[in-house]
């Protein structure tokens, strides 16, 4: 990597679900994938509880002791040996799969390497809209579901739901400042993982 790119502009939305749901992040060139899973886990505000893996080019990138079955499956690679900056002149969209259940899909497009001074040291969201789902809410179609018995006082499941998601759930829900927050923590022992969304102060 040349040696002027100390950084990169990632935007990373879910797919299969309109309106997007988007993220754009700053994220130093050095750290490798593993860093970065940590970066979107804080970044969309899930809670770290599922597996998860990147898809690069057709292959496999994750934790081995997590997702080496053992038993001749397509091979895994280690993410922890590859950087953000490998990526430079290489492929410039890539997916990262977070819960194997729900199957959330995150499309990560490099948008622009900079050179930035000084070095960052943590990973900075720029922008961004809407909320994440809720966790274990089934997937893109499922959450469809979601929104409209949350939306219908009326529906058999609309109470049911509310409680489920913490008894609020705006899927307009988005704060810069709090993720950001999020992003600096990401990284210390024993970090807290919010699990619902904050209520709005009355």
């Not at 750290?31 to 970066?39: A, F, N, Y």
């Not at 970044?43 to 079955?69: A, N, Q």
């Not at 050179?115 to 499922?142: K, M, N, Q, T």
């Not at 006082?153 to 709090?178: S, T, Y």
């Amino acid at each position: 990597m040349s040696q002027l790119y100390n950084a990169v502009r990632l935007h990373v939305s879910l797919a299969e679900i309109e309106p997007p749901i988007w993220r754009r992040f700053v994220v130093p060139a050095e750290w490798t994938l593993d860093k970065l899973h940590l970066v979107l886990q804080a970044g969309f505000s899930w809670t770290d509880s599922h597996l998860h893996e990147f898809r690069i080019g057709g292959l496999r990138y994750g934790d081995l002791d997590l997702l080496d079955d053992g038993y001749g499956g397509p091979r895994i690679f280690d993410y922890t040996e590859v950087r953000l900056a490998d990526f430079v002149g290489g492929d410039s969209t890539f997916t990262y799969l977070y819960d194997f259940g729900d199957d959330w899909q995150h499309v990560i497009r490099i948008e622009e390497w900079l050179s930035l001074d000084p070095v960052p040291r943590h990973a900075e969201c720029l922008e961004g809209a809407r909320a994440r789902p809720p966790e274990d809410v089934g997937g893109p179609w499922s959450y469809g579901d979601f929104l409209e018995a949350i939306r219908d006082q009326d529906h058999d499941d609309h109470e049911a739901n509310l409680r489920w998601a913490g008894g609020h759930f705006d899927p307009e829900w988005f704060d810069l400042d709090l993720i950001n927050k999020d992003l600096r923590n990401t990284f210390r022992a024993n970090v807290r993982r919010r699990l619902h969304q904050p209520k709005p102060k009355t």
